[in-house]
């Protein structure tokens, strides 16, 4: 299974993730995300600039609509190629069908669909009061990772603390997609869930998403390279 380390692109501007890009020399091009910030403000284009460079792309829209519009709304998204989308779970599993319907291309390939379970913004209190589920946090995210399995989809995103519990309800084939990804010498900053890249591997992610801790850096290449080497081993 396919497994990588993949860069935020979390800048506002194209230059600034071009200026960004240019640290890395030709031959290696690193596995990058864009979301919402950077496509609302650049739009589709920044996404072809990207891929045409060599890259693999994440699009992280996380889409939640009704299943006509997300499968329309998927079947542009894999006109521009992407290698993984995602959506909300929470749209649920006709909608997930339809996102994948969407996706899939004439030739029969698409693009890698995975699911948001839970925001890990939101806290057990929002998730009982205020989204009136009574069940605990855990429970729900496993729960929504099965109905994302039954319909189809090839993995979540998740905490890497989260990554085994996943594979154990889900299978080894079904994808995690893990942020909150940090070196055991650097900040967590807002993240409160943690693990090295090392251990992220160890917890069962394919995909780490590791931010500031290689944008952030005063060598971001020197940075992205560590990643590698500690989550790929
Ligand atoms: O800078 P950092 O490593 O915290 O970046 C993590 C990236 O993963 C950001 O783009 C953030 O939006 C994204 N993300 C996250 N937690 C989620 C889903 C996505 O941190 N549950």
């Given at each position: 299974m396919a497994t990588d380390v993949i860069i935020p692109l979390d800048f506002s501007s194209a230059q600034e993730v071009y200026d960004f890009l240019a640290l890395f020399p030709a031959q290696e091009r690193?596995?990058?995300?864009?979301?919402?910030?950077?496509?609302?403000?650049?739009?589709?284009?920044?996404?072809?600039q990207i891929k045409?460079?060599?890259?693999?792309?994440?699009?992280?829209?996380?889409?939640?609509?009704?299943?006509n519009t997300v499968k329309?709304?998927?079947?542009?998204?894999?006109?521009l190629d992407v290698d993984i989308c995602n959506l909300h779970t929470a749209g649920a599993g006709e909608m997930m069908k339809?996102?994948?319907?969407?996706?899939t291309r004439p030739d029969g390939t698409r693009p890698l669909l995975i699911g948001v379970t839970q925001l890990t913004s939101t806290s057990e209190t929002q998730l009982h009061e205020e989204l009136l589920i009574p069940a605990g946090m855990e429970e729900t995210v496993l729960h929504y990772a099965r109905g994302?399995?039954?319909?189809?989809?090839?993995?979540?995103?998740c905490s890497p603390l989260e990554?085994?519990?996943?594979?154990?309800?889900?299978?080894?084939?079904?994808?995690?997609?893990?942020?909150?990804?940090?070196f055991a010498d650097g900040e967590a900053g807002d993240q409160a869930r943690v693990a090295t890249p090392e251990r992220a591997r160890k917890l069962g992610s394919d995909y780490i998403v590791c931010g500031r801790p290689i944008t952030a850096a005063a060598d971001p290449l020197?940075?992205?390279?560590?990643?590698?080497?500690?989550?790929?081993g």
């Open positions: 690193p596995y990058v995300k864009i979301g919402m910030e950077l496509f609302y403000s650049e739009g589709p284009e920044i996404v072809r045409a460079r060599g890259h693999k792309l994440f699009l992280d829209l996380k889409l939640h609509d009704i299943p329309k709304a998927m079947a542009a998204l894999s006109r339809a996102a994948l319907e969407g996706l994302a399995k039954a319909a189809g989809l090839d993995g979540v995103v990554a085994g519990q996943v594979k154990k309800t889900c299978g080894a084939g079904f994808l995690t997609v893990t942020p909150g990804v940090r020197a940075a992205y390279r560590r990643a590698v080497r500690e989550f790929l």
